[in-house]
């Protein structure tokens, strides 16, 4: 008995060699390392980034963010004028992009027959592929003659008595750059905003259905809400991806600094400005102000990215929340939710 | 005779409201026209610009500037496009598949959520910063541009994208196999690598060819890492500088005498990425429901 235990556990042990006895911490370490250079990739961005400012952090110190210069010759350099371009191009962008994207998905989802579903989601996705230099160069060499010759000759006649919608027309500007930014963020929106509400429970919407709400109706009052919290998320990701878009709006913003109300004049942004100007930066101190920039382009990508995950998180108990009340409101009628 | 409780006639109120309703969908039809329409214009007017300078020479020669701006290619921008794109993916698709293994099959559920929260965040990393980045990192260590530095900032970008979709494969992949092979007294590392990917093989292919197509089309992070000038012949030398299609596209737009050239770079860009993404997309749809179903 003994004997033949001793026999089975030596053959056991051959058969499974020495590969197997190492394989399984080694894999484990493997894998684990590969997870903690991710991790640690983050971290180093955000060390080279503050090491590479340091310089012009130095010099300039925090009023570094509310100077308005950017003056190459004199090697005085601020980022308020950038920090503005950015604020307006990617809220403006965000404010239009996102009834459009919602008004898509709810097609998406809530009216359009299965085929045209598929294929329209396709297309709306195909959009957000499109790289955004191509779309930097139909923004200035399509979009820019239409902007300058239709668009802002035809708002500053009707809302010219607005300060927004004043000053000489260009094809280059603040509008341009708004305009293709609404173009890359609307998709991103849109197919989030899809998957979602493909998560609320059909009954939600039946529910809402049967006691009598029009399709609208159902919508405003039960889908969105139930929604809400992922549509704010991915709302998030898009002006996310706005303020950090360096190329098309690089190509379609003008590229000059100062702080203005018209919409028509030229302006820049943070990412468009590291962009322009890294290559040519003539002094180690311009190059630290990049840095800077970049810098201050990360705290507010990190900041709208983290805040988007924590505004996902309580998706998960929304709809049950959701069916609690309905079923309540059915119980108050006498019906019953099953 | 009283009027009934309850009539059958639409009341004006209810009329209203059906109105509303109805109106509501017509916005969504026409924001749902307006996205199409736009993909429509990009796409017509960048083929019906950039389609009329394609020939031969344009993808075979490298002949980018000088005498004649209208004859010569962008072979160079090609080959660099492919060198740059070739040595991300030969970084991040290892790299992300061994992050998704440690995230769903191995990792305890804390190390995991931190994995993931890294991706995610690095993912929202706009690509201009990722290449200052990999600029101030080697600019330190190495001290000139080279195509291997604009591949490693390409990894990045790349990288969550790959250990991303990878993890959502991993998860579709059904537990009794890993159930039926740990039963059989395999042991977890083989169980892992032979069964566990190898089914999830084709997701994980699709996933990183959605990243390849978002790797090819970008521009940013490689404006300072590799070469902005023109080449008179095609290197694919990885420790050169080396141009790409969308770095072409960049320096030509504002030069008239090249934009057309910048136009058929962009059409032809542009038919790679979209092609790829939809071609991944559909198999990707197909894969899923192969293992879903």
């Given amino acids: 008995m003994k004997i033949s235990h001793a026999h089975e556990d030596a053959a056991l042990e051959r058969t499974r060699g020495w590969l197997d006895r190492i394989g399984d911490p080694v894999l484990r370490a493997i894998t684990f390392s590969a997870a903690a250079l991710a991790v640690t990739i983050l971290g180093l961005i955000a060390y080279e980034l503050v090491s590479g400012s340091r310089l012009a952090f130095r010099s300039f110190g925090l009023g570094f963010i509310t100077s308005q210069t950017w003056d190459t010759i004199h090697n005085q350099f601020g980022a308020l004028s950038l920090i503005f371009g950015t604020a307006v191009t990617a809220v403006l962008a965000t404010l239009i992009a996102t009834p459009l994207a919602i008004a898509i998905a709810l097609f998406l989802t809530e009216l359009a027959p299965k085929h045209v579903r598929s294929l329209l989601g396709a297309l709306v996705e195909m959009l957000a592929a499109i790289p955004s230099v191509i779309l930097g160069l139909w923004g200035i060499l399509i979009l820019g003659p239409f902007v300058q010759n239709q668009l802002e000759p035809f708002l500053g006649s009707t809302l010219g008595f607005l300060p927004f919608f004043r000053g000489q027309h260009s094809p280059t500007g603040i509008l341009t750059a708004v305009l293709i930014l609404t173009i890359m963020i609307v998709p991103i929106v849109a197919s989030v905003t899809r998957e979602l509400l493909t998560t609320v429970p059909s009954e939600l919407r039946e529910g809402a259905l049967a006691l009598g709400a029009t399709r609208w109706e159902m919508v405003r009052g039960v889908l969105l809400p139930a929604a809400r919290p992922g549509i704010l998320a991915a709302v998030a990701l898009g002006f996310g991806r706005a303020v950090g878009e360096a190329m098309a709006v690089l190509m379609t913003i003008g590229g000059t600094i100062g702080i203005h109300l018209s919409l028509f004049g030229h302006s820049d942004t943070l990412a468009a400005r590291i962009a322009g100007q890294y290559n040519g930066a003539s002094t180690n101190l311009q190059t630290s102000s990049l840095v800077y920039l970049a810098t201050i382009l990360l705290v507010i990508s990190l900041a709208v990215n983290i805040g988007a995950q924590f505004l996902i998180k309580p998706i998960d108990r929304r709809p049950r929340r959701q069916r609690i009340a309905l079923d309540r409101a059915f119980e108050a009628q006498g019906l019953s939710a099953d | 005779m009283a009027e009934p409780a309850f009539s059958l006639r639409t009341s004006d109120r209810l009329r209203r409201r059906q109105l509303v309703s109805r109106a509501m969908g017509a916005v969504a039809v026409g924001a749902a026209l307006l996205a199409v329409a736009v993909l429509a214009i990009v796409v017509i007017s960048v083929a019906h610009r950039g389609a009329g300078a394609l020939n031969l020479d344009f993808f075979t020669q490298s002949q980018a500037q000088g005498f004649n701006p209208n004859g010569g290619g962008v072979l160079f921008a090609i080959v660099g496009s492919a060198v740059l794109v070739g040595i991300?993916?030969?970084?991040?698709?290892?790299?992300?598949?061994?992050?998704?293994?440690?995230?769903?099959?191995?990792?305890?559920?804390?190390?995991?959520?931190?994995?993931?929260?890294?991706?995610?965040?690095?993912?929202?990393?706009?690509?201009?910063?990722?290449?200052?980045?990999?600029?101030?990192?080697?600019?330190?260590?190495?001290?000139?541009?080279?195509?291997?530095?604009?591949?490693?900032?390409?990894?990045?970008i790349m990288l969550p994208l790959v250990a991303r979709a990878t993890e959502e494969v991993l998860l579709l992949v059904p537990s009794s196999l890993r159930e039926a092979s740990l039963a059989l007294g395999v042991s977890r590392w083989r169980t892992t690598l032979q069964v566990v990917v190898p089914s999830a093989l084709g997701g994980i292919l699709t996933g990183t060819t959605l990243a390849i197509a978002r790797a090819a089309g970008e521009t940013a992070p490689l404006l300072f890492l590799t070469s902005l000038g023109v080449s008179s012949h095609a290197d694919a030398n990885p420790f050169h500088p080396l141009q790409s299609l969308t770095l072409v596209i960049f320096t030509y737009f504002d030069v008239p005498a090249l934009q057309t050239k910048a136009w058929a770079a962009a059409f032809v860009l542009m038919c790679f990425v979209l092609f790829t993404s939809l071609a991944a997309k559909l198999a990707l749809a197909r894969y899923r429901k192969k293992l879903g179903g």
Avoid at chain 2, 103 to 109: D, F, H, N, R, Y
Avoid at chain 2, 121 to 146: D, Y
Wanted: charged fraction near 5%.
């Fill in chain 2, 88 to 156: 991300a993916t030969l970084i991040a698709l290892p790299l992300g598949v061994l992050v998704a293994i440690f995230i769903s099959e191995l990792a305890p559920p804390h190390l995991a959520r931190i994995a993931r929260m890294a991706l995610d965040i690095t993912n929202g990393i706009p690509t201009i910063v990722i290449g200052i980045f990999v600029f101030t990192m080697l600019m330190a260590i190495h001290g000139q541009q080279s195509a291997i530095a604009g591949s490693l900032a390409l990894a990045i």
